[in-house]
């Protein structure tokens, strides 16, 4: 399926309502990654779709039953697609400032860790200083146990890693060499659209690659990390 062109409501509702299998809800995970219009689209309808469940939310059950487990099994997989669409709008740059607010979907371990994600992705010189700024305070930390810390770019944010457009170059070896604890990513579906393009990127040294921002942050929500937009 192109997801770009030709993702239906009835598709995107399928995608909300949990009813898609393991490896269609990856595609469709990366579609809203890949394409701001049709993230936005399924907001939209998530939005729409939660209007009306809360219209029916005190309508009780005929005979007071309770929901069924299949329901209930229903209601979970909307709940963590939800979170999913939470952070793909944040990824997208839609101004949620700190995600750990809102996502509450049984993604996230239920033991918080002290370690952050920060992501970048914006090519404003001080979004990009202040991701660096939040990075060293953390790695920093006079605890006997400093967190881990990664700063993840995407996007325009990319620039921040890139040899010969980074403003950072200095700033980021010094950081490495003397913060163990912090890693360095970068997306690599914003690198292959950059590939695509013909757009050549040789990355900093020590840059890690992971396959997309938002597998990225997903995975350590799951693990307790604690997101920060920069």
């Given at each position: ?202 990355l900093l040294p020590d840059v890690k690659v992971v396959s997309s921002a938002l597998d990225q942050v997903l995975l350590r929500l799951r693990e307790g990390w604690r997101y920060s937009k920069a």
């Amino acid at each position: 399926m192109n997801e770009k062109l030709q993702a239906s409501d009835e598709y995107l509702g399928a995608f909300i309502d949990g009813e898609l299998d393991a490896g269609e809800r990856e595609r469709a995970l990366a579609a809203l990654e890949a394409d701001s219009q049709l993230a936005q689209r399924a907001c939209e309808l998530r939005r729409v779709k939660d209007l009306v469940r809360h219209a029916y939310a005190d309508v009780r059950v005929p005979g007071g039953r309770r929901r069924a487990p299949r329901a209930r099994a229903a209601l979970a997989a909307r709940a963590a697609v939800g979170g999913a669409l939470i952070v793909a709008g944040v990824l997208l740059g839609w101004g949620l400032n700190d995600l750990t607010r809102h996502v509450s979907d049984g993604r996230q371990a239920t033991v918080p860790t002290g370690n952050v994600v920060i992501h970048v992705s914006s090519g404003d010189i001080d979004s990009m200083r202040a991701a660096l700024d939040q990075a060293e305070r953390l790695a920093s930390s006079t605890t006997d146990s400093p967190p881990r810390v990664e700063v993840l770019a995407n996007s325009s944010g990319i620039d921040l890693f890139v040899r010969g457009a980074s403003p950072f170059a200095e700033r980021i070896e010094r950081i490495r060499r003397e913060h163990p604890n912090v890693v360095f990513l970068a997306c690599g579906q914003t690198l292959d659209n950059l590939q695509r393009r013909n757009v050549k990127v040789v990355l900093l040294p020590d840059v890690k690659v992971v396959s997309s921002a938002l597998d990225q942050v997903l995975l350590r929500l799951r693990e307790g990390w604690r997101y920060s937009k920069a």
